[in-house]
């Protein structure tokens, strides 16, 4: 890749439950199973945009996909 001409795809995973939480126990750790089923049914959606932008429709993606 070398530059900055690709497209990011970025996942976020909310704020930290408390200030005190360990950041990267946040980031790194497990879904609750409540955030874990919500994702997976999200995964049709994650797929399609996936393909868009694969297929150069990047603008579309973020149109239809972005929450």
């Known amino acids: ?3 900055e ?3 990011r795809i970025r996942i976020g ?3 930290k439950p408390h200030p005190d939480y360990d950041l990267a126990a946040w980031v790194l750790g ?3 199973a ?3 089923k919500a994702l997976s049914g999200r ?5 399609a945009a996936a393909k868009l932008i694969m297929d150069g429709k ?3 993606a973020q ?3 972005n929450g």
């Open 13 to 15: 995973v909310g704020a």
């Open 30 to 32: 497990k879904f609750p």
């Open 5 to 7: 001409n690709f497209p």
């Open 63 to 65: 149109s239809k996909y």
């Open 34 to 36: 409540e955030d874990a």
């Open 43 to 47: 995964y049709p959606d994650l797929e």
């Open 58 to 60: 990047l603008s579309l």
């Open 1 to 3: 890749m070398g530059g």
